[in-house]
């Protein structure tokens, strides 16, 4: 009966916080140089009637052209063409088939280091009532971005150019007007959505340092034109749904070094970003006895490293090996020391 009871409570031990292990791994991610940078300048009020005030900024010669009122299964059939045929469409004035309200004239930006401020007026034939009630069928906004420079080396992945969707804020669709979306498209048909990185001290970006870019990318080649379609028709469901706070969380168009310590020892650096969440809040240490965010307690099903970090040395990659391959009675047996003080 004794040897019973003594069971139960070592299944109970084993079972405790003490002796869990975190067996998430970590993510290994690709960086890319993103030449293209907009963002709505928040100082500004942009809507359906003020127009658009938006702040963009290159790395390379590009040649920008704004759409408005853009048709989204238009859209997507666009985006969903390899770069190279984007690129020619663009230049022949095919792009979007026509699908459009408008179509300002396509201007030709050198790199510089100074951000240019845009004030783009909506065209009079972009009205509340031709975007009509939720769900819409069109997007009130579409700048495209195309590098001129094409001359990109063989095996190599470069990003070619960038589509950024817009909502401008009207009486009919009452939400602040924001990014719905950013795509960029590589050389090599790619197609890589551009997420917001959550930082633990209330800063956001979506382009890690020196404009890199961690890429996850998405290839309708691959089967995943449907996913893509589902995410894009999300857009034009409810008008009243979720939206970002964009006061809450800017967007960087300059250098994004994450700075900050870990939310959790409020001591180390910063190192690892969590998904699905994309909040950069621990370090290196404290990952490792996380199974939670510690900002929104989701669930973690990977990580990966803070663009610019330093490898983990050779001695904390050998003793996280040892750490992970303890078995289950080493671990107890630990804890047992340490509850009554023999260690």
């Known amino acids: 009966m004794v040897v019973f009871i003594l069971r139960l409570n070592g299944e109970h031990f ?72 984007i690129a020619s469409r663009l230049q022949s004035g095919e792009t979007f088939e026509g699908h459009f309200v408008h179509k300002e004239g396509a201007e030709i930006l050198a790199p510089a280091d100074d951000v240019v401020q845009w004030h783009l007026i909506c065209p009079s034939e972009l009205v509340e009532d031709r975007l009509g009630e939720s769900p819409r069928s069109m997007y009130p906004a579409v700048i495209v971005m195309l590098r001129e420079d094409t001359d990109i080396p063989q095996n190599t992945t470069a990003i070619m150019l960038q589509l950024t969707v817009i909502h401008l804020k009207d009486s009919l669709c009452s939400l602040d007007s924001h990014i719905v979306y950013q795509f960029v498209k590589t050389n090599q048909n790619g197609i890589i959505s551009l997420q917001p990185i959550f930082v633990s001290h209330d800063e956001e970006t979506n382009i890690p340092a020196d404009n890199q870019t961690l890429s996850s990318e998405i290839s309708p080649k691959d089967g995943n ?10 857009h034009s469901e409810d008008c009243k749904g979720h939206q970002q706070n964009n006061d809450d969380y800017q967007q960087s168009d300059e250098s ?51 663009a610019g970090r330093n490898s983990a040395s050779e001695t904390e990659l050998q003793s996280n090996q040892e750490e992970n391959n303890m078995t289950r009675w080493q671990a107890f047996n630990n804890w047992f020391n340490d509850m009554f003080g023999f260690a």
């Not at 034109?225 to 999300?234: A, F, M, P, R, V």
């Not at 180390?268 to 809040?281: G, N």
């Open 14 to 85: 084993m079972s405790s916080s003490a002796t869990h292990y975190n067996v998430v791994q970590e993510k290994q991610m690709s960086v890319l140089h993103n030449p293209f940078s907009v963002q709505i300048n928040q100082k500004e009020i942009s809507s359906l009637s003020a127009g658009l005030h938006i702040a963009v900024s290159v790395s390379t010669e590009t040649k920008v052209a704004v759409f408005w009122g853009v048709n989204i299964q238009a859209f997507q059939l666009e985006l969903n063409r390899p770069a190279g045929k």
């Open 225 to 234: 034109e449907t996913d893509l379609q589902e995410n894009l028709n999300i």
């Open 256 to 306: 994004c070094d994450i700075r900050g310590c870990c939310c959790v020892c409020q001591t180390l650096p910063v190192f690892y970003t969590l998904l699905p969440c994309r909040h950069a809040c621990v370090c290196r240490s404290c990952v490792k006895l996380l199974d939670r965010c510690p900002i929104c307690r989701g669930y973690i099903d990977s990580y990966f490293r803070v």
